[in-house]
């Protein structure tokens, strides 16, 4: 049953600093600030009937609370969101004294934003003559709790979506649950994903690329359809919403850091993790998730996955990483193989969690977007909200790719089971490969012969998965989806296709074919 819980919010009034005409506020939801202080002010001609004031100033963040849990982290000042106002026609310059915006963003209507220019924004510091009266500046752009719970509403107006309340947050806020899935489809049938965001606060830019995962599975489109045939997707959109409705950075509202809380006693673990492993746990007794997605944003110029080495897990568990990996760089402007981080597993983490929950039978895993630039293209736009949406969808696209899920206009094609004496099974000890199974050629000109049961007419480009070593250390080069060859096919219907070897060692993985025409 569908049921969104109405709660009343209660603004906390983080800071208001006057100078003169000049205010900072952040008196409203996710608002934040430290202590502001003016260090000069001067007047000055910048041409002819145009005289400007400058006001200069130092912006201290607003901490969290101490963690009385983990003692020895110290509470974390990085986000900041405040508006200012008295600025029109006035040269503001700030500088962040303990956190570390690159270049943050600005709006007038705290609706539309936008990214300071590189000429008005260097690191921890913005200088900029703002146009109107009433500005807003925001260390990212803000996904609020409100936010959220619209969009929620929306979504929900599908039938294929139906949303819980799972628990309550320490000041009473409702933790969410989405359950996105075709129920006409037996649950068995169909792969089993769990996401969350916004375990820290701060992180906004998770929630937008959340967003844009959510809005595409709903979809009322063949695509979306078809992901809700093969997909039961479970998705808490905020986990921590006391943290981001107060402005807090990574910790709740208590200072705990949730990330971090999983492998606590019953009494060290705050009311939202617990809700959280309550959930996951009653889940995953009928079966366990395929895929578990813990998504984050990190300060470096790039997205990327934090993945857990084969000392730990095993290293298919490490292979089945590297394909989401790939696949998720694969077609994608937004993310680089190279820029993959590594780590060993901990209980403390989700992950971990997860792993003492089913072992290698989920595929646990850490997603960090960026605040700032494209890994592909550093001189081009940088990350917003629009095209964190889009990335959301990319983001979706992959995960279904690596549980080898086809759908309207993409087929999967996976290869033979059995192979002439030409060719050898791939090790995984050795190389990544998508599925059970791919083949190495023993010598040159080997032929293989994929097939599908049907394939829609029409002309399709023909990927091919590029196996890799199964090596964190070598993440890196070629890898992914590899365009090889494009072909028409004329009417509805079964589908084969030979493929060659060129040389002694060429491995022929799964195909991807995608209808152009």
Known sequence: MKKLSSILFVLVLTAISCFGQIRFEADFE??????????????????????????????KGSYDPKNPIDTALAPSPRWFYFRMTGVKDKLIYLNFEDTDPLRPLYSYDNVTW???????????????????????????????????ENRIAQWASHDWVSVDTIGHSFENRPI???????????????????????????????????????????????????LRR??????????NPDGVANGLSRSNITGVNQEINFARSEDSTVVEVRAIKKVISDLSKERPFDVALNLHSQVANHASYWLHRAKGTSKDFLR??????????????????????????????PEGWFWELGGEKTLAVTFETSYTCYSKNFNGPWLDSLN????????LMATAESMNISLPGRA?????????????????????????????????????KYQAESLESGEYEVYMYISAPNDEKQCKGERGWKLIDRYIQKQNGPWKYNYKSAEEGDVAGALLLVKTK
């Not at 000429?119 to 959220?148: G, I, W």
């Open 388 to 395: 964190l949406r889009d990335f959301g969808r990319r983001l």
């Open 176 to 226: 969410y649950l989405m359950h996105i899935t075709d129920e006409g489809i037996a649950p068995g049938e169909k792969k089993k994903l769990w996401v969350h965001a916004r375990q820290h606060p701060s992180e906004s830019p998770a929630s937008w690329l959340a967003d844009g995962f959510i809005s595409a599975l709903v979809a009322d489109t063949p695509e979306g359809a078809e």
């Open 230 to 239: 093969k997909i039961d997707a479970y998705i808490i959109p905020i986990t």
């Open 30 to 59: 996710s608002g934040a600030i430290g202590e502001v202080t003016q260090l000069d002010s001067t007047t000055f001609v910048m041409m002819k009937g145009d005289t400007v004031s400058l006001h200069s100033f130092v912006v």
């Open 114 to 148: 936008e990214r300071l220019a590189p000429c008005e924004a260097a690191f921890r510091k913005v200088s900029k003559r703002f146009e109107r009266d009433t500005v807003y500046l925001a260390y990212y752009q803000p996904y609020t709790y409100t936010y959220m």
């Open 320 to 349: 089945r990483e590297l394909v989401l990996a790939d696949l998720t760089a694969s077609l994608n402007d937004y993310i680089c193989p190279e820029d993959m981080q590594f780590s060993n597993l901990a209980a403390r983490y």
């Open 412 to 448: 999967i094609v996976l290869p033979p089971a059995k192979a002439s004496a030409k060719w050898e099974a791939v090790s995984m000890e050795e190389l990544t490969y998508m599925g059970d199974i791919a083949w190495k050629a023993v010598k040159p000109n080997a032929k293989i």
